[in-house]
């Protein structure tokens, strides 16, 4: 737990973010910087946030690696009935939900960057995930 706060500390130092309001379930985090200009950020939000994903092509297998954009939970479905986004083997195309990512309260909608195959899912239901995690592999 300790490294996961002192990761958000360092995303949060590193960004042109001036104050972080976050809670994670009982625990509640909130910093602020006095020394850089503020940089408000706006979301807009009726439903899903669509983020877009970075993506890592290793050259080793020639499977792309789709990361999280953001510091936070990660949902295989969209809600607790219902099934999920994909499984392994599944031939998924490019724009595709892969899984959700919440973030404050923000539901991010993890689309699929290629068309291709999943090969893995790395992470499981309700994990808390770092920024630039590795979540899923996709092959050709």
């Known amino acids: 737990m300790i490294e996961n706060i002192e990761k958000i500390i360092k995303i949060f130092e590193d960004s042109k973010i001036a104050k972080l309001d976050l809670e994670l379930g009982d625990m509640k985090i909130k910093l602020e910087k006095n020394d850089k200009p503020v940089q408000p950020?706006?979301?807009?939000?009726?439903?899903?946030?669509?983020?877009?994903?970075?993506?890592?092509?290793?050259?080793?297998?020639?499977?792309?690696?789709?990361?999280?954009?953001?510091?936070?939970?990660?949902?295989?479905?969209?809600?607790?009935?219902?099934?999920?986004?994909?499984?392994?083997?599944?031939?998924?195309?490019?724009?595709?939900?892969?899984?959700?990512?919440?973030?404050?309260?923000?539901?991010?909608?993890?689309?699929?960057?290629?068309?291709?195959?999943?090969?893995d899912i790395l992470v499981n239901n309700e994990d808390l995930v770092q920024f630039d995690q590795d979540l899923i592999i996709i092959g050709e």
Request: charged fraction near 25%; include cysteine.
């Open 41 to 119: 950020i706006y979301v807009e939000s009726a439903g899903l946030e669509q983020v877009q994903t970075e993506v890592k092509a290793s050259a080793a297998d020639n499977n792309t690696h789709v990361k999280s954009p953001v510091v936070g939970t990660f949902y295989q479905q969209r809600a607790e009935k219902h099934p999920p986004f994909i499984t392994k083997g599944q031939k998924v195309k490019k724009g595709d939900v892969l899984c959700i990512i919440e973030a404050m309260k923000v539901m991010n909608e993890i689309t699929s960057p290629v068309d291709g195959t999943i090969i």
